[in-house]
């Protein structure tokens, strides 16, 4: 099964306002990464976490670790429409050779 | 802007042809990926390579080949292409000698066999 699952799976809101979007994990990790895809195209980095911090800012975008729980959670802030775009998690495990496991991604669809 | 280039950025080919889709870096970076994604569908990790002649294959069993010759390239090759290799193709890469594991990503191919 996925290392990582997020939720909710898809997310449409209005420009402006903020966009939640959370990830779950099975495993000890050295770090949790976020990733944005635009439809068809490759995926860009936008933000990692190590897991000895709790929370992280850059930008509009704010990611929470809670390694008690494994899981995290990322905020985008004052939204877009040019947000709009597929977000996944990645999770770095402990002995797993610095491989990435994505979770199931988080459509978001931010409208004007 | 990464700057990793994947070719062809898609493909339409029939079944039984030998495909190879190419994956180039000029970051020197020593790890490559290569993930398959099915539309709107979590990544997988098909084959990936530590550094030059090193080749793994990844968490998800795939019918395809790789090699790495040199450092920027990491090709995938299918022998004879099949309806279910239709997918996208994601090429990464990162940096060995920084302790997180940042990935860069390609444009994707998208492969359709008829």
Same mark, same amino acid.
């Given at each position: 099964?996925?290392?990582?699952?997020? @939720?909710?799976?898809?997310?449409?809101?209005?420009?402006?306002?903020?966009?939640?979007?959370?990830?779950?994990?099975?495993?000890?990790?050295?770090?949790?990464?976020?990733?944005?895809?635009?439809?068809?195209?490759?995926?860009?980095?936008?933000?990692?976490?190590?897991?000895?911090?709790?929370?992280?800012?850059?930008?509009?975008?704010?990611?929470?670790? @809670?390694?008690?729980?494994?899981?995290?959670?990322?905020?985008?802030?004052?939204?877009?429409?040019? @947000?709009?775009?597929?977000?996944?998690?990645?999770? @770095?495990?402990?002995?797993?050779?610095?491989?990435?496991?994505?979770?199931?991604?988080?459509?978001?669809?931010?409208?004007? | 802007?990464?700057?990793?280039?994947?070719?062809?950025?898609?493909?339409?080919?029939?079944?039984?042809?030998?495909?190879?889709?190419?994956?180039?870096? !000029?970051?020197?970076?020593?790890?490559?990926?290569?993930?398959?994604?099915?539309?709107?569908?979590?990544?997988?990790?098909?084959?990936?390579?530590?550094?030059?002649?090193?080749?793994?294959?990844?968490?998800?069993?795939?019918?395809?080949?790789?090699?790495?010759?040199? !450092?920027?390239?990491?090709?995938?090759?299918?022998?004879?292409?099949?309806?279910?290799?239709?997918?996208?193709?994601?090429?990464?890469?990162?940096?060995?000698?920084?302790? !997180?594991?940042?990935?860069?990503?390609?444009?994707?191919?998208?492969?359709?066999?008829?």
């Amino acid at each position: 099964s996925q290392q990582g699952e997020e @939720d909710p799976q898809a997310l449409s809101i209005q420009e402006g306002e903020n966009a939640t979007m959370n990830c779950s994990y099975k495993t000890s990790i050295n770090n949790l990464q976020w990733y944005r895809q635009n439809s068809g195209r490759g995926l860009v980095h936008l933000i990692l976490i190590r897991s000895n911090e709790r929370e992280k800012h850059s930008g509009r975008l704010r990611v929470t670790l @809670d390694t008690s729980k494994k899981s995290s959670s990322l905020l985008i802030t004052a939204s877009r429409a040019a @947000d709009t775009a597929s977000y996944f998690c990645a999770t @770095d495990a402990r002995g797993g050779g610095n491989k990435l496991t994505f979770g199931t991604g988080t459509q978001l669809k931010v409208e004007l | 802007e990464a700057d990793i280039y994947q070719t062809p950025r898609y493909l339409v080919i029939g079944t039984g042809k030998k495909i190879t889709l190419e994956c180039s870096q !000029t970051m020197g970076h020593d790890k490559m990926y290569w993930y398959q994604q099915d539309p709107g569908m979590e990544l997988h990790l098909i084959h990936y390579s530590y550094g030059v002649n090193s080749t793994e294959k990844g968490d998800l069993s795939s019918e395809s080949t790789v090699s790495r010759i040199r !450092t920027e390239h990491f090709p995938l090759t299918l022998e004879s292409a099949r309806p279910s290799h239709t997918s996208q193709y994601l090429c990464a890469s990162s940096d060995w000698d920084r302790a !997180t594991d940042t990935q860069y990503f390609g444009p994707g191919t998208r492969l359709t066999v008829l």
